[in-house]
């Protein structure tokens, strides 16, 4: 019997130690393949994240936090993670619907408190719906960030807001929309834009984050890096954190609500944006913590315009090849980031860049598709 015993202990532990050893050896293969990607694509830094199951299966950090201070790159570091804060708009918006404080197809003119109305189709209701989906007509040629510029009564040029089509028939990515949503979020909410967020999607969640720079350790910020093609060279781009600390001084509720950029100006580590991910490759919920309902996740996920984009989260189906996946992206000041889950199959993945020569097509960042199929090929096919 001790025999028996010893020789089913001896096989555990062999088992024990081959499952090690293939783990080992399967990190050892993605870092090769993730320290070549970032040779080949000129990477500054890169910060990855696997999530399999609900889990958090693979976290880890290469290259430089601070070129000039040579700091490497750690997984506590935080980013201005770009356009995937438009998603804690719509989630914290999402509240709102359940809570009964508005709906989808509410007309944003109410709800802004002016006039939003395409002038070639002045009868037709732009909807929240059509402004979170990128369908409302609404373009950015006037720029987004004050809500003035498409205002009839404080911008004359308020019609080169709005594109030819009619509202709801086609999609052009708008952030000056998402400016517009986080400012009725703020309003019907009572609480400032930034600190509902931290309170209602952020806190619960247990996450570090947030819009505004001075609430948070700038010592964790990550400098980001434009790059430069003409000279093929990198240039700090230190106003990715501007504090904005005069104009917040003057902050008026329902209206200076750009200053903190709904449309892209959360900071967050790759880490806890897997874990804010995971919230909604499970369906509005993370450990045990309901943020939004299955019926409010699902309605953010599902295709609205016809190149799959849904409530801040869009479908993508040429990311790899054969799977659908779910998420966002992001792209400023020389930052890339993306964010995409397949719900069915519960797995994910969260990749952020602070500087790469890669170009973007078709909305997200060649290097960041490669890392990608990378990460899916190596912990999840």
């Known amino acids: ?56 299966v693979y976290n880890k950090s290469f290259g430089l936090k601070d070129v000039e201070s040579q700091t490497p790159l750690s997984n506590n570091d935080i980013f201005r993670i770009a356009s995937i804060s438009k998603s804690f708009t719509v989630t914290g918006l999402m509240q709102l619907i359940e809570a009964g404080k508005l709906s989808l197809d509410d007309d944003v003119s109410k709800l802004v408190g002016f006039q939003v109305r395409n002038p070639k189709y ?17 373009n950015d ?10 205002d009839p009564a404080k911008n004359p040029n308020w019609a080169a807001c709005y594109n030819n089509y009619e509202p709801g028939t086609s999609y052009e990515y708008c952030n000056l929309g998402f400016n517009i949503a986080g400012t009725i979020l703020e309003k019907l909410s009572g609480e400032r834009f930034d600190q509902y967020v931290k309170h209602h999607v952020l806190n619960p969640l247990g996450l570090y984050g947030g819009y505004n720079v001075d609430s948070l350790d700038t010592s964790r910020f990550v400098t980001l890096y434009e790059y430069n093609a003409d000279s093929s060279s990198f240039t700090p781009s230190p106003s990715a954190y501007n504090p904005r600390r005069q104009e917040i001084q003057n902050y008026k509720m329902g209206q200076s609500t750009p200053i903190f950029s709904p449309t892209g100006g959360m900071k967050m580590s790759a880490t806890d944006l897997a874990k804010y991910m995971t919230m909604h490759l499970n369906k509005g919920e993370y450990k045990g913590t309901r943020i939004i309902s299955k019926k409010s996740a699902k309605k953010m996920q599902e295709k609205i315009a016809d190149n799959g984009y849904g409530l801040a989260l869009k479908t993508e189906k040429n990311l790899i090849p054969g799977k659908a996946l779910v998420g966002h992206t992001g792209n400023a000041y020389g930052l890339y980031s993306a964010m ?20 973007e097509v078709n909305e997200y960042n060649l290097a960041l598709a490669e890392i990608i199929n990378s990460l899916y090929n190596n912990f999840i096919k």
């Open 122 to 138: 002045p009868n037709k209701v732009i909807t929240l719906r059509m402004m979170l989906s990128h369908t409302s007509s609404i």
């Open 1 to 56: 019997m001790l025999k028996n015993l010893w020789k089913k202990a001896t096989l555990t532990t062999l088992a024990l130690m081959t499952l090690t050893l293939s783990g080992h050896a399967q990190e050892a293969k993605t870092e090769a393949d993730l320290q070549a990607l970032m040779k080949q694509h000129d990477m500054v830094g890169l910060a990855v994240v696997v999530v399999k199951k609900g889990e958090i």
């Open 340 to 359: 995409f889950f397949q719900p069915k199959e519960q797995f994910g993945f969260v990749v952020i860049t602070n500087g790469t020569s890669a170009p």
């Open 141 to 150: 040629s006037q720029g987004y960030f004050t809500l003035d510029t498409i």
